[in-house]
Structure formats: C-alpha cells, structure tokens
C-alpha cells in the first residue's frame, strides 16, 4: 500500500511491520508520472491503511496542547451513553409502535436491545483495542480497511449527526415553548417563528426558527468551555430525566390493568418484528461513548463498561415504560403525538403529564448535547489525518476542546434548525447508523485475522484476506436481499436462500480463517456475532424509506468526489505521535 507524509510516497511492505503496527522499516519514492495514471494514483491513495501503535508499545502520555485532557470517569461515560440514547423518544416511540403491536411492544425494545447488544460487543472490544484515540467507526474503518471506506463512514454518519441535530433542537424548542405556555403570561401569546414549528415562507421550503439556533449556541458554549462543564450539565440533565422516568413507572405501576395486556400481540409476530425495525434507532447512542476515548481516564477499562453498561440501563428503562403504558390504556386508544402523557392524564394524573414534559426537555438537552460533542470529535479526528483543512485539529491551548470544530458543527446544525423544516428529512436518517455498525462488526472480525501479513499469501483464485471480505460482503447482501423479501412480502423460499447463503458465508469466515484474542475485552463468538450483527443491520436497512437508499447512493458519490480532489493528496495516514498512540499500561489498570 501506498502511504502519503510531507508532500512524500511511502511503500510499507507488510512483512516490515512487527505486531501492534508499528513499522521497522520503509523506503520513500516519488511516483513516476510517466507510469502512474491519476486512476492508480488515486486507487492506491483510496487502499492505505492507518498503523496505529499498541499500547504495550508506547508509554509516554500526550501532554502537548495538541491533546484533550482526560476528566471522563466511569460515571460520566454511563451518563453520556444514556444521555444520547434516552430523549423525547421513551414518551413518545413507545406509544406510537404500541398502536401497531399492542403491548407486544415491549417484545420489540428486548428484541431492538439484544440486537444493539451485540452491536455494542463490537464496539466495546475496538474501543478497548484502540483505548485512546478520537474517531469512532471512522478510525476503526481506517485500521481495518483502507482510508476511502473511512471517509465514506464519517460522512454517512455526519450527515444523520447534523440533521439529528438540527430535528432535535426544533423539538426541544417546541418542548420549552410548551411548558412555557403553562403560565397565563406566554400562553398563546408565544409566535410560532420563535418555538413552535416555524414560520413557512417561499410554500414551505424555509422555515423559520429563531429558538432552535439559540439553544444550539448555548450548548455550543458551553461544549467549547470544556468537557468538564458539558458534563456537569449532562450528569444534570441525564439524571433528572432518569428520576421523571423513574417516577412515571412507578406511578403507572399502580393504574395498570392487566387485562389490558391481552391480546399480548394482536397483530401476531410480524407486527413485532415491523416494531423493533422502528424501536431499534431509540437506543442509537452507545457509540458516543467509543469517541470520548481520549477523554476517559482509564479508557482500556471504562470504555466496554460504559458502552453495555449504558445501553442495559436504556433496555431497562424502555421495557417498564412499554409495560406501564400498555397496561395503564388499551393499545387502541394511546395517542399519537404525546402517548405516554395523554395515558395518565386520561387517569386524571396531569402533574405527571407535566413531569413528562419536563423529562422530554433533559432528555432532548442530553441527547443534543452528546450529538454535537460526539461530531466535533470525529471532525477533530480526520482534520488530524489530512482528510479536512486542519483547523478542524486545532485544540485550545487552556480549554483543551476542539473549539474550530465545536463551533463548526454548531453553526451548521444552527443554519438547518434556524432556516428548514428538518422533520421533512427524518425518513433519509438512520441511514449513517446502520452502516457504521455494520463496518464496525465487520472490522472485528477483520482485525481479528491472525497473522494478517502471512493470510495474503496468493491461493488459486485470490487472498485469503480478500476471501474473508468476500465472505463479509456476502452477509451484507443477504441481510439486504432478506429485507427486501421480508419488506415486499416475497416468496418464504427466497427469504430462507438469502439466510443459507448467508450461513455459508460465516462458515467460509469460521473454517478459512484464523483469528486472534486482542488484548482488553473481547467481543465473544468471533466471527459469529459480528457477522449476525451485520446481517440484522442490513436488514434494518432494507426497511427504510427509498430516499434513504438515494441518500445513501448520492452522498457516496459526492464524498467519493470530495476525497478525490482534496482528500487523497491532503491526508496522512501515518499521523502524529501526539494525536495516535496507546494508553500507558498503568493507566489501563
């Protein structure tokens, strides 16, 4: 593989890296422009790989003020992992699905949580393998493939990042519009260009917002003073919201009836199934925990605790709420717009309702909050690898905050609150979830390839690292093929060829390789649990709207693009010792 460092062409044979990545010995030439096309030039940019150091080797910590200062304990990571998960979604998806699955619901968010489980395995053995650096899937991606699939995954994931942003904090806003209303002084007299909605212009393409754009600067500021401040407000937020949930099962608890619960799943199996497509995206989150990496103060240990540990306090949360609310109404009558608090005010409980309100304005707060930090981070992690104009690297010498991307995220999530009707897009989202996770269970078992210099070794027809991804992709397209069978109502005999073929793909990947135990966590039933990961998210995928799938196909091409006339000649793959390298071993302990 070709790797580019000061305007300068490094050839890297495998065979001159010792274990961990870290390379003996290497000798650079320029390319010949009389024999390399801009095509190979540019295929050969597209295949590097980054070499990250393993933590055995290196001990010296980053203490130049290029590096973010690690204040994050256990607790806080457990927080930031709630915090993006839990929003206005636990009182408002749980209802609106209950309305198609009847308390069967609660099957969808244990199936939707098992599936995320695994997901998080995934995360948590790369977070714990590559402990102390920002970049989430976009720097598993890179170590494990090559640099364009890196820059594919931060975009697809950039762009649900920015239009979550900007749909959240317009909901956030019509919640602190709501409960302002409460007193007689605001009530009906609040316009809806400041909080509720927004005011069309040009037959609804702009709508204005004055309150999204506010609230997302006000979260920005306080992102930009520091981490230990955005984790003061996030432990706040995330723990009221905890409590008013608390109280709302407990309260629930006793206005159940349990009559209500039967039929337990009236629309049978498949309507559970549709469910747990929907409820699935409510524990979106976890993976904010992987990029505070550089953050956490004993990351080798607390970032696998924090990401399970997080996700396992939402399924529990989710699945009481489900119980509550089916018991408390019958499924048919749960409203659609607020479900959970139209079932305790129809019990004549409105301080409740109110407490609900209130819970949906920390959770959505949290779940902004934990989505602009998470952004900056991957911003700050490719302007490092050249992939962005490095001001996105620069670091605050006092604040120790990426300030340049903090504020860059801001201002854009502020431009599509602040101007559009973001709701309108929400059917493309999810798009960028669903493909990092496949690629980081895809990275697992790819990382997990013993001795991946000697696998490369030619066979009849090709590599044994390339029969592997061959394996891997094959998964993916089944999960997909058994989606769309599923989705359009195929023929049975088609949905169980895609899941044969699928089970013949993860037999080749169990009997044709060799695999490795890293050191940290380790993910259990490699390749099996990764592959049946990448298999359900596909499969999820196949469930989203067709614009998703357009979304997908675009913004694809135009990344393509944007790495072929600046990335490629711009990135450095090799990096810098003060922005890669491990976590000393006493800090692992």
Same mark, same amino acid.
């Given at each position: ?66 590096? &973010? ?9 457990? &927080?930031?992992?709630? /915090? ?119 037959? /609804? ?12 600067? &006000? ?65 979106? /989150? ?145 798009? /960028? ?157």
């Amino acid at each position: 593989m070709f790797m580019r460092r000061e305007r300068k062409w490094t050839f890297v044979r495998s065979s001159e890296m010792e274990e961990g990545g870290e390379i003996k010995s290497h000798s650079a030439y320029p390319p010949s422009s009389g024999s390399s096309s801009w095509l190979s030039i540019f295929w050969s940019s597209a295949l590097r790989t980054k070499t990250l150091a393993s933590s055995s080797l290196h001990t010296n910590i980053r203490t130049s003020t290029e590096g &973010l200062v690690r204040r994050l304990g256990l607790f806080d990571l457990i &927080l930031i992992g709630v /915090g993006a998960s839990i929003g206005a979604g636990i009182f408002v998806v749980t209802g609106t699905v209950a309305r198609d699955t009847g308390p069967g619901v609660t099957i969808s968010f244990i199936l939707a949580g098992v599936a995320c489980v695994l997901n998080a395995l995934c995360y948590a053995e790369l977070a714990s393998r590559f402990p102390a650096v920002v970049g989430g899937a976009y720097l598993y991606s890179y170590t494990a493939f090559n640099e364009l699939t890196a820059f594919l995954v931060f975009a697809q994931l950039m762009l649900d990042y920015h239009i979550g942003a900007a749909s959240i904090a317009r909901s956030l806003a019509s919640y602190l519009v709501t409960i302002l209303e409460l007193f007689p002084f605001f009530k009906e007299n609040v316009p809806s260009w400041i909080g509720h909605g927004g005011e069309e212009f040009l037959g /609804g393409t702009l709508s204005i917002n004055i309150l999204a754009p506010i609230l997302l600067a &006000l979260l920005t500021i306080i992102l930009c003073r520091g981490v230990g401040e955005s984790s003061a407000l996030n432990l706040f937020m995330t723990t009221t919201k905890i409590i008013i949930v608390l109280i709302v099962i407990a309260v629930g608890a006793f206005e159940v009836d349990v009559s209500n619960w039967s039929p337990f799943a009236p629309n049978g199996f498949k309507a559970i199934v549709t469910g747990t497509t929907v409820v699935f995206f409510a524990y979106v /989150g976890f993976d904010a925990v992987a990029n505070s990496a550089e953050e956490s103060q004993r990351p080798q240990r607390d970032l696998p605790i924090g990401i399970l540990g997080s996700l396992l306090i939402c399924a529990a949360l989710y699945i009481g709420v489900c119980l509550v609310i089916t018991g408390m109404v019958p499924y048919t009558f749960l409203a659609e717009d607020a479900p959970l608090a139209e079932a305790f005010s129809s019990k004549g409980l409105k301080y409740v309702s109110v407490l609900i309100s209130i819970g949906a304005v920390a959770g959505l707060t949290t779940t902004l909050l934990v989505g602009l930090y998470v952004q900056s981070r991957l911003y700050l992690g490719l302007g490092r690898d050249g992939l962005l104009p490095s001001i996105f690297a620069e670091v605050h010498p006092t604040r120790r905050t990426p300030v340049h991307s903090q504020i860059w995220v801001g201002v854009v999530a502020g431009i599509l609150a602040g101007l559009f009707n973001v709701r309108v897009l929400s059917h493309i989202l999810s798009v /960028g979830s669903l493909t990092g996770y496949s690629v980081v269970s895809a990275c697992v078992v790819t990382l997990r390839w013993k001795d991946k210099s000697a696998s490369q070794v030619s066979t009849r027809w090709t590599s044994s690292w390339q029969e592997g991804v061959i394996c891997l992709v094959t998964v993916a397209c089944c999960g997909f093929g058994a989606g769309l069978c599923y989705r359009y109502n195929a023929s049975f005999i088609f949905l169980v060829a895609a899941i044969l073929i699928a089970v013949l793909a993860v037999l080749g990947l169990c009997f044709r390789q060799v695999y490795a135990h890293p050191p940290g966590f380790s993910c259990p039933g490699v390749p099996i649990v990764p592959t049946i990961c990448i298999f359900f998210n596909i499969f999820l995928f196949a469930q989203l709207h067709h614009e998703a799938w357009v979304r997908f196909v675009v913004l694809s091409i135009i990344s393509i693009c944007i790495y072929a006339f600046y990335g490629q000649y711009h990135a450095d793959p090799l990096s810098s010792d003060l922005a890669y390298h491990g976590v000393p071993s006493e800090e692992a302990r």
